[in-house]
């Protein structure tokens, strides 16, 4: 039941992209990402990925990462993405201590070039709390996820101008 709320909103469809959505409100706009979801049934882990693009600084250099199974609290997370040449990112969480399982990772430009152009072929989180860890092999419609989200932040953001 809980992993069914956490992981609500998973996307089944083969192509990842941002939504624009604007709060007539508030008339603020919010750019919103299909998340990378994985999921395992018999351990009770998994996480939920998403490439944050922050309209202020007009940069997508930030991974949104909720998991789940392996610690309550997040603290120093790990992040390794393995991509199908086998070379990899890894990238350890910014942000304070939370017990909500969110972690923030910051990605330098080369990180973001590298994800704007390879495949990628497996993701692991690694609780800084606990130790314990997750590793999702991908399947081939989710290897292409962050070309994918690049692609499209890309078109949004060519098409408003």
Wanted: net charge positive; glycine share 4%.
């Amino acid at each position: 039941m809980v992993m069914a709320l956490l992981f609500a909103t998973i996307t089944f469809a083969q192509d990842y992209k941002f939504d624009v959505v604007t709060d007539d409100m508030s008339e603020k706009t919010y750019f919103l990402a299909d998340p990378l979801v994985k999921l395992d049934h018999e351990s009770n882990k998994g996480f939920r990925l998403e490439l944050f693009y922050n309209p202020n600084t007009g940069k997508a250099n930030m991974l949104y990462v909720k998991h789940m199974g392996l610690s309550y609290c997040s603290d120093n997370d790990e992040l390794i993405i393995r991509f199908k040449d086998g070379s990899k990112i890894y990238k350890r969480s910014f942000n304070k201590y939370n017990c909500d399982g969110k972690a923030l990772f910051s990605l330098t430009k080369k990180d973001v070039k590298k994800l704007k152009s390879m495949a990628i072929s497996k993701v692991r989180i690694t609780s800084g709390n606990t130790f314990s860890q997750f590793t999702a092999e991908l399947e081939a419609e989710e290897k292409a996820y962050f070309i994918q989200m690049y692609a499209s932040l890309h078109e949004i953001l060519n098409s408003t101008n």
